[in-house]
C-alpha cells in the first residue's frame, strides 16, 4: 500500500492512496486542470482513480470534487450531511455517481478498505478516514477543533499518520486574523494546534507506526519548524524523522 499528497493546507487539500489496482483521492479542493496537474505529477491518470472519498463541505476539501468526478466519471463517496451541505450551497449533484457514507461504517472500494470516523469539526456532518488494505492502516486526520477518545481509537495500531497541525497558539494569537476568525480557528469545532496534535500522537498505540507526515499547516500562524518539534517532542523522535505536507508540493509517495 502507498499514499502520496497533492497538496494541503488552507488552499486546497487532496491525497490519493493506493492498494492493488486499487487507487482512490481522499479530499479535491483544487480546480479541475489544477487537479490533472497534480495527479500527473505523482505519475497518475484521473482514469486510474476508484472513486473520491470526502471529509465535509469546506472548500480546502470539496470544491474540485463534483467537476472532477463529473468531468471523469469518477464516483463520490460522502457522508449525507455533507452532500446536503453542498447541495444546499447550490452545487450541482445529479450527473455524478454518489455514495452516502454512515460515518460509524467501513465500506470496502476494490481492494482498500475505508473507515470512516466522526470529528468535531464546524461542518454538517464531517468524518475523517483510515484507509487500509486488510494488514496496513493509513489514518488521517485534518480539520477537526479538538482530540477526542473517538479520534484515538480510530487512529491507534496505524502503519501510518497524516496529521493536522494547523497553528501555533502564540502565532495565532499575534497574528493578522481579525478576532472573529481567531476564535472560530481556536474553539473545539476549529482545528488542530501543534501541542494536540502532539497530545493525541503520544497517546496512540505507535508501535507499527512508521510514517507521520504534518499536514494542514496554516501558511499565516505556523510554521514547518514548530509543527515538526511539537509531533518529534511527543513521539521522543528526532525532528528529521517527522514530514510535513506543504501547499504547493504535498508529498511524495510513501509506502506502507
Ligand atoms: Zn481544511
Ligand atoms: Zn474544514
Not at 499514499?3 to 491525497?15: D, I, P, V, Y
Not at 460522502?78 to 467501513?106: I, K, N, P, W
Not at 464546524?122 to 477526542?148: F, I, K, N, W
Amino acid at each position: 500500500m502507498r499514499f502520496a499528497s497533492l497538496g494541503s493546507g488552507s488552499q486546497g487539500n487532496a491525497l490519493v492512496a493506493e492498494s492493488g489496482r486499487t487507487r482512490l483521492m481522499l479530499d479535491c479542493g483544487f480546480a479541475l486542470a489544477e487537479t490533472e496537474a497534480r495527479l500527473a505529477r505523482a505519475g497518475l491518470a484521473p482514469s486510474d482513480l476508484a472513486g473520491v472519498i470526502v471529509t465535509h463541505e469546506h472548500g480546502d476539501h470539496a470544491d474540485g470534487v463534483l467537476p472532477f468526478a463529473r468531468r471523469h466519471a469518477v464516483p463520490v463517496w460522502m457522508t449525507y450531511g455533507t452532500f446536503a451541505a453542498l447541495r444546499d450551497a447550490g452545487a450541482t449533484v445529479e450527473d455524478c455517481t454518489l455514495h452516502l457514507v454512515d460515518s460509524q461504517r467501513a465500506f470496502p472500494v476494490g481492494d482498500l478498505l475505508v473507515q470512516p470516523f466522526t470529528v468535531p469539526h464546524d461542518a454538517r456532518e464531517p468524518v475523517q478516514y483510515v484507509l487500509s488494505d486488510g494488514a496496513r492502516r493509513l489514518g488521517v486526520l485534518t480539520d477537526a477543533g479538538c482530540a477526542t477518545a473517538h479520534i484515538k481509537a480510530n487512529l491507534s495500531g496505524c502503519e501510518a499518520l497524516v496529521i493536522e497541525c494547523n497553528y501555533d497558539p502564540g502565532m495565532l494569537e499575534g497574528g493578522p486574523y481579525p478576532p472573529s476568525v481567531k476564535a472560530r480557528i481556536a474553539s473545539r469545532l476549529g482545528h488542530l494546534d501543534n501541542a494536540t496534535s502532539g497530545e493525541i500522537l503520544s497517546t496512540l498505540d505507535r508501535t507499527r507506526l512508521r510514517h507521520v507526515i504534518a499536514a494542514h499547516l496554516s501558511q499565516t500562524n505556523n510554521t514547518p519548524a514548530l509543527a515538526r518539534a511539537a509531533l518529534a517532542q511527543a513521539m521522543a523522535c528526532e525532528a528529521e524523522w517527522i514530514s510535513v505536507a506543504t501547499q504547493d508540493e504535498g508529498f511524495g509517495w510513501r509506502e506502507i
